[in-house]
């Protein structure tokens, strides 16, 4: 009797185990399109990313760099001081997007263009991302505003 109790117990631990581990691959599977890095522009043309791979790019919008193509089609440049990426977007702009003001783009790097597909603008007039300033202040363009 005793015997069979610690076989069973043995086999509900293998079980669990096996059930831990399965699961585990499982979220790593589905994770593995779903974690966008983010880089900066410095990043991207040091180290350019396969056309496939999807990341998050981010930096200030370069002055008088927005161009409206045919249709829905914008390009511009963003930019962190110490390089700069064109980037093409198909679509609507945020309303608050404009030249000098922090952006973050997801997409792809194909052919030397930034190919976004989402394009995120600041939501106030201090607001950047925390990638953005910490990428601008390894660039030594970043200056933190008054009183902050």
Do not use: C, W
């Amino acid at each position: 009797m005793k015997n069979l109790k610690k076989q069973r117990r043995i086999q509900i631990i293998l079980v669990a185990t096996v059930a831990l581990v399965l699961a585990t691959g499982l979220i790593g599977y589905a994770m593995r399109d779903g974690i966008n890095l983010f880089r900066a522009p410095t990043q991207v043309l040091a180290d350019p990313p396969a056309p496939n791979e999807v990341f998050r790019i981010g930096g200030l919008v370069a002055e008088g760099s927005i161009t409206r193509g045919q249709g829905e089609v914008i390009r511009f440049e963003v930019t962190d001081g110490g390089a700069t990426v064109p980037v093409s977007f198909r679509g609507v702009l945020p309303d608050l997007f404009s030249e000098n003001q922090g952006m973050v783009g997801t997409g792809s790097y194909v052919d030397g263009v930034f190919v976004a597909t989402e394009i995120l603008a600041k939501h106030d007039e201090t607001y950047m991302p925390k990638e953005v300033i910490d990428a601008l202040k390894e660039q030594g363009v970043y200056q933190d505003a008054e009183g902050s």
